[in-house]
């Protein structure tokens, strides 16, 4: 099989925009790894999040670095180009030994015809009954599905290709983790869907280790997750057969798993995904990164003083401009306009109430969403901030690296990976 880099079973995918929370970060992956629950920490953050802050992809090695140097971290940990594409991965190269390459703009536009022939021809296996262990009803799948299904994925899974052969030539295989992303897309991706996709990686010859796909119900950032839990637990269990079932029949690396992305804060499917994932033994990619930036928010709220000043001005300035700053978020927000505060509601808000309000505590009444979605897409607000925003980060360090590691591990790994 080709070489890879390889990721241990369950990981937690970090971004940090400002690139001030890494140790707070490592010490949830920390206190889990003590009770049993080793995480890998993956940094990550994508070409977008770098260009809003701007950040060049060797700051986050950096911090990675710097981290797992002070807490005297001996595991394996990693920086994950997130969401990269041809065009845009080349300064991730050599800072990165994660992947996460991105096709979901490449889906649903057709491959060549001939390519989409030969893809059938060579797989008669997928047509027919598919038995798969763990899944009640076998997959019936006909020879114009499977065609239907290549003409959506398969020149999304040719594009993959083509981004992984250029990281390979770049840093050689055995250095990095290969993640396909198909999340940023309108409809999720069905089992049967994920198998034939498999099969065309596989034909690729990616050693892929996650996957992203978009699963059923809504994803939105910073919030719990919204959908028919029944539902997503009947696909997230097919999902996990149906990989246990690519990693033999096709020979993709044992290490494969999902990736769930905009992963954080989704409370009602934890005990869900933990139960599904022992039952398989299957493990798992969890990637957060908006998450954290709230926490900052929290702690300087918290601090009160001058930190609770340039929170509520943070949120004063974007409240002028909500269109503005919703717009690119459209499909991972659901934010009630009605239920944001003016201005000077806020301005008049003590540390308790601005936390309140904020902090994902889904029992305190006072506890809104629509305020913390709000707060997760303006972050670009703070960068402007510039120095003032990173020296506030630095005096409260200590609050907000509380609520950092809190975040991640009591509300996080926790129910994902050790139960409450
Ligand atoms: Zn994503």
């Not at 892929?208 to 809504?218: D, L, N, S, Y």
């Amino acid at each position: 099989m080709t070489k890879f880099l390889p990721l241990g079973k369950f990981s937690f995918g970090m971004g940090d925009r400002f690139g001030h929370q890494g140790k707070a970060q490592l010490q949830a992956c920390v206190k889990a790894t003590e009770l049993g629950a080793e995480v890998v920490p993956v940094w990550n953050k994508s070409n977008r999040e770098h260009a809003f802050i701007g950040t060049e992809p060797s700051s986050l090695r950096a911090e990675a670095d710097a981290a797992v140097k002070t807490l005297g971290w001996k595991k394996s940990y990693h920086v994950d180009a997130d969401h990269i594409r041809l065009e845009t991965v080349d300064r991730f190269i050599s800072p990165s030994d994660f992947f996460t390459i991105d096709v979901a703009d490449s889906i649903a536009k057709p491959a060549a015809a001939k390519d989409v022939k030969a893809f059938v021809e060579g797989h008669p296996e997928l047509i027919g009954k598919i038995s798969i262990p763990h899944i009640s009803h076998p997959f019936a799948i006909t020879r114009v599905e499977v065609e239907r299904v290549a003409n959506k994925f398969l020149l999304a899974v040719q594009d993959a290709g083509k981004i992984y052969r250029h990281i390979v030539k770049a840093k050689g295989a055995a250095n990095f983790i290969t993640e396909v992303s198909m999340d940023e897309t309108d409809s999720p991706q069905t089992p049967p869907e994920l198998l034939i996709i498999l099969a065309a990686l596989s034909d690729e010859k990616i050693p892929i280790q996650t996957i992203a796909p978009k699963f059923t119900g809504r994803f939105n950032k910073g919030v719990d997750y919204v959908g028919d839990v029944k539902q997503f637990e009947k696909e997230f269990n097919e999902d996990l057969a149906v990989i246990a079932f690519a990693i033999k029949k096709y020979g993709l690396p044992a290490s494969l798993k999902l990736s769930v992305h905009s992963g954080s804060d989704k409370f009602s499917i934890y005990e869900t995904m933990r139960k599904a994932l022992k039952k398989f033994k299957a493990g798992v990619h969890i990637k957060t990164a908006g998450t954290t930036w709230l926490e900052e928010l929290i702690g300087l709220a918290e601090a009160g003083g001058d930190g609770l000043e340039i929170a509520k001005e943070i949120y004063a300035y974007a409240i002028g401009h909500v269109d503005e700053f919703c717009a690119p978020y459209a499909s991972v927000i659901d934010i009630d306009k009605k239920k944001l505060p003016p201005a000077a509601t806020v301005n008049g808000w003590s540390s308790k109430q601005f936390v309140s309000a904020l902090r994902h505590d889904q029992k305190n009444p006072a506890f809104n969403p629509s305020f913390r979605q709000w707060l997760r897409v303006i972050v670009k607000v703070a960068a402007k901030k510039g120095k003032r925003y990173l020296n506030a980060l630095k005096k409260h360090e200590a609050v907000i690296a509380r609520n950092v590691t809190e975040n991640l591990f009591e509300r996080h790994m926790k129910p994902l990976l050790l139960g409450k």
